[in-house]
């Protein structure tokens, strides 16, 4: 190591990359000018250096107290936040400690906000995946009962029993709450855009539908069975039942979505259409509509990935099956979210566990690649059919 | 395919306040008439209560009497849908529909009201339309893409072509030439020129050269301050109104004096 | 004049406008009629409970002592929930609208958008088998040092599933919310602003300090309330976790209950007035909800009437 590189580093001035043809003849480079511009500033190798010492110390600290990976990671990233904060006041003086203090924590809980929401992820697919194949996908939980299970944990068979007859529950439910919010949603959202201008009925819906969007899940289920309680009487749980319950929580974001959408039209084109003497409804549905058609159908589409996964409301209305049941209409049904649920709070086999919560992994893989499928085709959708610009 | 529009006692309200008071004017068919005046006179205003377009804006109404050809644009019974057909309007920005190609574009007026009309029939009036604008050979060989695409100028004369296909009598036209660079301003003035042996054009315009190169006759509106309506000051023939006003307001503006 | 040649073009068409009009005012007044009937509904449902012997409802002292530890035990985990999720939701934001590099940000917006959709049952599941077990020796550690402070009192639950546990799954579940209404909120914060800091010689904390946190503070406190209304009404996550029992102050003994997973847990079976005592307990909590959307919401209108000048 040549004198020449020590006084460059003792500077703390950040290295100039030194050409790689330069390297097989190093001359020695005349005594570099200190740029006052750094002066007062931290070494470049103080922070790596405090961060490797707090590493040290935090895996000491851990040792004592019965070593453990969380535990080294919490003393280090303490030590570390401290020291090198409290270096860069000492050399930097307290402004720029305090910001060194701000950033460290900024980054640090980035990186806490991380650790649940990967290891969620990871739970999800680590435990999802060896439950997911053709048996599982395709077959009910019919005459699935805990002997079955017990049978298959004492042979080391696979799995019996699946999540068909949830899957077709859930996209039954979730197609017919789409079929009874998206006319609705979007007829509302029209009349406060195109016809409502803010008088006092419209005023009056847009803070209803405010307080919809409030609603707690379980709450719209409770709405939803109190009024088919008073239609049918007080056991009616079926699938249509949870479908309104699905409704109430996904109008409001229907008519959210599509009156931002509506709102983004310009005026102009209206304008032209009646000036060419089309009418308003067709304008509407031939002009402003189609304009808005690709942020509606996002909105749209991100409405249903949220009432997808909605556990509560089916829980209350449309109650739990073991089997295939296509009729929304009559008898309850099973949906994958109560799937997933009561597979692990009454696991089929109370003795053997480790099928029905292999099972519940499985629906929750499932589960999340449906909503993140939805949440793709949102962006996608708004990206194809937004109207095309160029030549 | 031409009609006059005769204005009586006309006043345009936003709700209770009053834009445009006590007009009346005679508009000849097959005529370039232009609107000028300062900006917030009224003028645009009143050119929107010409076509009924006024009423879209919550609160717009009127009193008094518009004529086309000795029939009431505001008799009870009359649908605004029918006036637009027949008094068609261009706009100050180019509006093409967005999700439209330059051909749907073109035939927005017939097909968004839900005419069946037939291949051949819908390819001679995209013809006849875009070349009465002037745009046939620019575009005739991309009709399928979309009109968004075209330059200003050029999405102008579309907004043109797609007021013409309707084939109203009378067409309106709101400051046509504000947002455009002065080569497309001159093919529109152009147009303008040859639309008059066809159809009655009224032009609101912020440039008084341009008024004086396309209108035949020349309407002069003037506002007596913020809050007052705006009234009719002097009408008459253009040359006349730029070379010899009979009003002071009138000759102040055209010299240059304000506005 | 009855010669009216536009007249005569008669009005064909007219009617559709009148059936689309007709229809989309409709739709408005439907969503009205069924939240006003729904209501009327769940009232009627509920009044047994409230005219009811105090000595039939559960715990057989009147509906008000029923209710009571619950909406405390809701209010807890909320709290626990927001007192976690804020600090960090909002650095998570700073961090990705002012820290990250450009091209991570946009791609990690998305990414707290995606985690926002994943349903609650899932994060109950993971809450469930995985949090839970893995912060018991955390508990046992607390119940030994800090079991002298109430909230800590020992002895620590053995399964892990505590109010505690539960706070933190909900705080996990709002902060993707939090996160993502404090981040547009931080993007929006003027330009010019925040150049006219670094001008003068601010580091960059000086920056977020003066310019960016006092624009978006209602912005914050809305996404904060937003997210307080999500923790309160959340059901699966609690439902899940938590080992219910009567309101203690230890958060890390199995005890507490909050109204959304009281109702899930046991409304399957209940019948009669149990029913009547759980929907008046969903009212209670919609009334709760709807008190803090509101505010929330009053908050971001005043917000956006100071912030329309710029």
């Known amino acids: 190591m040549s004198a020449a590189t020590t006084n460059q580093s003792n500077t703390g001035q950040p290295d100039t990359k030194v050409p790689a043809g330069n390297n097989k003849a190093p001359q020695p480079p005349a005594p570099r000018r200190r740029n006052s511009l750094a002066k007062g500033h931290l070494p470049r190798f103080a922070i790596p250096g405090i961060a490797a010492g707090s590493l040290v110390l935090g895996a000491a600290a851990s040792t004592l107290t019965g070593f453990s990976v969380a535990t080294m990671a919490i003393y280090t990233a303490i030590i570390f936040v401290l020291a090198a904060s409290i270096t860069t006041t000492a050399v930097e003086g307290p402004r720029r400690g305090k910001n060194s203090l701000a950033t460290y924590l900024v980054y640090g809980a980035f990186l806490l906000a991380l650790v649940p929401l990967a290891s969620v992820l990871f739970t999800v697919l680590e435990k999802g995946l060896p439950g997911i194949n053709m048996h599982f996908l395709f077959n009910s939980m019919n005459g699935v009962t805990g002997a079955v299970d017990n049978a298959s944990v004492e042979n080391g068979t696979p799995v019996i029993g699946g999540a068909y007859h949830a899957v077709v529950g859930t996209l039954l439910i979730t197609l017919w709450s789409t079929i009874i919010s998206v006319p609705v949603g979007m007829l509302t959202a029209i009349y406060l855009v195109e016809y409502g201008k803010n008088g006092p009925l419209a005023r009056a819906i847009t803070f209803f539908v405010d307080v919809m969007t409030g609603i707690p899940s379980i709450v719209a289920g409770l709405f939803a069975t109190a009024l ?87 829980l209350v209305t449309a109650g739990l099956a073991n089997n295939i049941n296509v009729n929304v209409f009559g008898n309850w049904m099973a949906t994958l979210p109560t799937f997933i649920y009561y597979q692990i709070i009454t696991p089929t086999s109370p003795t053997n566990i480790d099928p029905s919560i292999q099972r519940a992994w499985a629906a929750a893989l499932l589960l999340i690649g449906m909503v993140m499928v939805l949440n793709l085709g949102a962006r996608l959708i708004a990206s194809l059919f937004a109207p095309k610009k160029g030549r | 395919m031409s009609k006059r529009i005769d204005v009586k006692d006309l006043n345009v309200y936003y709700s209770k306040f009053l834009a445009v008071e006590d007009v009346n004017i005679e508009i000849q068919a097959k005529s370039v008439t232009a609107f000028i005046g300062p900006s917030g ?162 032009i609101v315009t912020h440039n008084m050269q341009q008024a004086a190169r396309v209108s035949d006759k020349t309407a002069f509106f003037n506002i007596a301050g913020t809050g007052k309506p705006g009234k009719l000051i002097e009408y008459a023939e253009t040359a006349t109104i730029f070379s010899n006003p009979s009003v002071k307001a009138t000759e102040d503006y055209v010299s240059g004096r304000f506005g | 004049m009855t010669t009216n040649a536009l007249r005569r073009q008669g009005s064909k068409g007219q009617a559709g406008d009148k059936i689309f009009s007709g229809a989309a005012l409709g739709a408005g007044i439907l969503i009205l009629i069924t939240l006003f009937a729904v209501a ?271």
């Open chain 1, 228 to 314: 088919f309680a008073v239609l049918f009487g007080p056991t009616a749980r079926m699938g249509i039942v949870a479908a309104v319950a699905l409704s109430v929580l996904m109008i409001p974001t229907v008519v959210r979505s599509t009156e931002e959408m509506l709102k983004i039209v310009p005026n102009e084109l209206r304008e032209a259409s009646y000036a060419l003497g089309v009418r308003k409804w067709r304008t509407i549905t031939k002009v402003v509509i189609p304009t808005a058609i690709s942020g509606i159908a996002s909105g749209v589409t991100l409405a249903i990935a949220r009432v997808i996964g909605e556990t509560a409301p089916i």
């Open chain 2, 41 to 202: 006179c009224g003028k645009s205003t009143f050119l929107r209560t010409l076509n009924r377009m006024h009423e879209v804006i919550p609160g717009g109404r009127v009193e008094g009497e518009v004529l086309l050809d000795g029939d009431n644009l505001y008799e009870s019974g009359v649908d605004p849908v029918t006036v637009r057909s027949q008094i068609g309007m261009v706009f100050q920005r180019p509006n093409p529909f967005p999700t439209m190609s330059i051909r749907d574009n073109v035939l927005a007026g017939v097909k968004l009201n839900g005419k069946k009309i037939s291949k051949s029939d819908a390819e001679s009036l995209v013809e006849k339309s875009l070349q009465g604008a002037n745009l046939w050979n620019e575009v005739k060989d991309r009709l399928d893409k979309p009109g968004s695409g075209l330059s200003g100028g050029q999405q102008q004369r579309l907004c043109i072509a797609r007021t013409i296909a309707v084939k109203p009598q009378v067409i309106l036209m709101d400051e046509p030439c504000s947002a455009l660079d002065p080569i497309s301003t001159l093919a529109i003035e152009d147009l303008i020129n040859e639309l008059k042996s066809e159809f009655t054009v009224v």
């Open chain 3, 40 to 310: 009327i509904f769940l009232l009627i449902q509920a009044l047994p409970t409230f005219s009811a012997n105090p000595a039939l409802i559960t715990g057989g002292e009147g509906f008000v002592s029923y209710i009571f530890p619950i909406v405390i035990g809701t209010v807890i985990a909320a709290g626990i929930a927001l007192l976690i999720a804020t600090p960090v939701g909002i650095a998570v934001a700073l961090f990705i609208s002012h820290y990250a590099p450009r091209k991570l940000a946009a791609g990690l917006g998305y990414v707290i958008d995606l985690l926002a959709a994943i349903p609650s049952v899932i994060y109950g599941a993971w809450g469930y088998l995985v949090l839970a077990p893995a912060l018991v020796p955390a508990y046992q550690w607390l119940a030994e040092n800090l079991g002298f402070i109430p909230i800590f009192a020992g002895p620590a639950s053995q399964t892990g599933k505590t109010i505690l546990t539960a706070g933190i799954v909900l705080a996990v579940m709002v902060l993707p919310i939090i996160t993502s209404l404090s981040r547009e909120i931080f993007l929006q914060t003027p330009k010019l602003h925040e150049e006219a800091a670094l001008a003068l010689g601010a580091t960059r904390w000086e920056m977020i300090n003066m310019s960016v946190l006092p624009f978006a503070r209602p912005g914050i406190v809305s996404a904060v309330m937003l997210g307080l209304g999500r923790a309160l009404g959340e059901t699966m996550a609690v439902a899940l976790v938590l080992s219910t029992g009567g309101l203690i102050p230890s958060l890390i003994k199995s005890g507490n209950q909050t109204i959304a997973a009281e109702i899930a847990l046991n409304f399957p079976e209940a019948f009669g007035l149990r029913l009547s005592e759980l929907i008046a307990a969903g009212l209670v909590l919609f009334v709760i909800t709807l008190a803090v959307n509101l505010i929330a919401r009053a908050i971001i209108a005043r917000h956006k009437e100071f912030s329309g000048a710029n």
